[in-house]
């Protein structure tokens, strides 16, 4: 039976787990892949910083209170990221305004950020917003229900400050909403290996991985901190160091196959190694690294109090 890899295929096979077929699920993992790759050659220097603890936490709670897919969280938390990289940097690549220059070297910036603050609960409500228009699975966050939910949570504000904000988003992003987000990975990648290796039971690993997704993006700070010291093997690794390893930390398609693999160790330990095997086999990404984020991440879900290298 032919197996479906990150790389191109003429075959077409029934599919053993889902509904896509073989070439639409071929196609999904061969796009997934280049545009992995893509945003790995083309990440900023803001990379991440919009994906602390609390404010992907706020995300999620949003998206809980509100009955809605959890695609729909992790979709806003990348449309989030893009908007605020894209806006910070215009802001930073416009020259001050001349009555401005004369002022304090920072006044400007500082009076921007204090206005910009007030409005972030709300930039932040619109991503979930736009989100949950795009996803087939949740029902849409129409302006009478933001209205009210933002109420709910202390920010009186109008329908057409909701709308004034969306579209505000909108134009930041120059329209292009289909960005992807490690959800999506997990569930392809799911989906693949389930074609491949029928006897894994990636139903029941599926509900778990979403449990094991959103653990690693709230805890993605010390999880990734210890992943840096278990592959350079340095407790204290210099700047540089940290600076090459944001390809790690952006890399969608390793917290992909990380993921499955942290839930195939807790449901079914005995199929670890097959399902490591045949997650490197269809995303080219070594057993060694998967093993790695597999280990650093168990060790903070059990509570080990250093670095695991695996061998």
């Not at 921007?112 to 930039?123: E, N, S, T």
């Not at 600076?243 to 160790?265: N, Q, R, S």
């Amino acid at each position: 039976m032919a197996k479906i890899v990150c790389s191109t295929s003429s075959e077409n096979t029934n599919l053993k787990f889902g509904e896509a077929s073989y070439v639409l699920l071929t196609d999904f993992l061969i796009n997934l892949n280049n545009r992995n790759k893509e945003n790995i050659n083309s990440l900023s220097k803001c990379s991440g910083d919009f994906k602390e603890k609390r404010l992907m936490e706020y995300i999620f709670l949003i998206t809980k209170e509100l009955n809605l897919d959890p695609l729909v969280g992790y979709h806003a938390i990348e449309l989030l990221q893009r908007f605020m990289v894209k806006h910070l940097t215009d802001l930073f690549s416009t020259p001050t305004p001349q009555g401005a220059a004369a002022a304090e070297p920072r006044s400007y910036e500082d009076a921007f950020f204090d206005k910009f603050k007030k409005k972030f609960p709300l930039i932040v409500f619109s991503c979930v917003q736009l989100a949950s228009k795009l996803s087939l699975h949740s029902h849409i966050i129409d302006n009478n229900a933001a209205v009210h939910f933002l109420h709910s949570v202390g920010h009186s504000v109008s329908k057409q400050t909701v709308l004034e904000s969306e579209l505000m988003v909108l134009k930041g992003l120059e329209f292009r909403l289909n960005a992807t987000n490690p959800l999506m990975y997990v569930e392809i990648l799911l989906e693949v290996l389930g074609y491949n290796e029928p006897s894994v039971p990636v139903e029941r690993l599926y509900h778990l991985c979403h449990h094991v997704l959103q653990y690693i993006s709230l805890q993605r700070t010390d999880i990734y901190d210890s992943l840096l010291m278990t592959t350079t093997r340095c407790l204290s690794p210099s700047r540089e160091q940290r600076e090459k390893f944001v390809t790690v930390t952006e890399d969608c398609m390793l917290l992909g196959v990380g993921v499955i693999a942290v839930a195939t160790f807790i449901l079914y330990v005995k199929k670890w190694e097959q399902v490591v095997r045949e997650l490197s086999h269809i995303t080219g990404i070594s057993k060694k690294s998967i093993s790695d984020f597999a280990h650093v991440t168990l060790m903070h879900i059990v509570g080990t109090s250093s670095p695991v290298t695996s061998t």
